[in-house]
């Protein structure tokens, strides 16, 4: 009929026929963003040779740490050298510099890295290694303890026999039972007054809270970041590239060559200014 009017459904909303364009099929995957984010970062460092970073992730694809390699906080990185090369090593950037990854985990806006995956542009080192694995640690978890149990223990011991509790007990798994809270109190008010020896060294009486373990089978889990996921591993005969996967095989820490569906991501300030063609089916 001449003169008829559009459909409310083509006028939903103002967009007419704009309602039928399909989604883009031409957007960044996860793993392609979160190793873009790592590379941007590193455009922050000031390092004249290698400029490197990192992106932490959790298992809910969220961003919980990034970092890129610099000079500590508070040290000039003017006053500090650059060079890689020096009869003196204290002329060089190496005893100074603080890599990607570690900044990356300092940087972390979580409470711990449990579950996460770092991406990076290089395979870390050893000492980079070592944080990866220290931020998580290998717990032992039985199935069927009671956080109750420990902390009405805890309540009922002496405060100076406390840390001979701490010695034994289990690491309690994050938010067991919703008491995580409560047991870190019971600690922290335990060890203000008895002190802090007992967890640096096994007290007297080291068997003092054996009983209260589990007779069920622990199980392992890695508390903290799980994976590394690399870009470059062009230093992979170096020693210190060696005792790293030396390390991350004893730890139970996967590492993998990242391999992108593009090479390149353009990122271009006045696209934001031009609107993309669309077609309409």
Known sequence: MDGAQPSAHSQLNGFGNEMLCKKREDYLEWPEYFMAVAFLSAQRSKDPNSQVGACIVNSENKIVGIGYNGMPNGCSDDLLPWTRTAQNKLDTKYPYVCHAELNA??????????????????????????????????????????????????????????????????????????????????????????????????????????????TASPRHEIQGIKEVIFMSDKYHDSPEMTAARRMFDLAGTIYRKFKPKCNKIIIDFDSINSRPSQKLL
């Open 105 to 214: 985990i300092m940087n972390k806006n979580s409470a711990d890295v449990k579950g996460c995956s770092m991406y990076v542009a290089l395979f870390p080192c050893n000492e980079c290694a070592k944080l990866i694995i220290q931020a998580g640690k290998l717990a032992e978890l039985s199935n069927d303890v009671n956080c109750v149990v420990l902390i009405q223990a805890a309540a009922s011991m002496e405060r100076g026999r406390l840390a001979s509790f701490i010695y034994n007990c289990i690491i309690i798994h994050e938010n067991v039972n919703g008491y995580e809270a409560a047991w870190r109190k019971w600690c922290l008010s335990g060890l203000s007054v008895w002190g802090t020896e007992g967890l640096h060294s096994q007290p007297e009486n080291a068997n003092l809270g054996a009983g209260l373990k589990s």
